[in-house]
């Protein structure tokens, strides 16, 4: 559900500012208030994915036995990665990253 609203509302922004390349303050103003409109959904889906990471990341510490590193396993997981879009997300500057990767961990996961 989150990945469809993020595309339906993501898509258009970011065609918009890929067809658009020239520096316009109007253009500008459009890309700032796409950001802002395209965060508003995808802030509330990333708190509550957050908060939702929190409490199991504290539950799996302490039935993991206080295993720290299983506890922010889950908690970079879940809480790293971007809470708003920018406009450099909706130009394609930057990737936009809804869960986050563990420090150490290498892009392919090794």
Known sequence: MVALALTICLAPAAWAADT?????????????????????PYGAAK????????????????????????????????????YIVTPDHLRGKRELHFTGVRPGNSENGH
């Open 47 to 82: 708190i509550t994915v957050s908060i939702l990471g929190g409490v199991t990341g504290a539950l799996t510490y302490v039935l993991s036995g206080f295993d720290r590193r299983a506890a922010e396993s889950v908690w970079y997981t879940s809480m790293d990665g971007d």
């Open 20 to 40: 658009n390349s020239d520096e316009h303050p109007y253009a500008d103003l459009g890309i700032g208030v796409a950001s802002v409109l395209c965060s508003i």
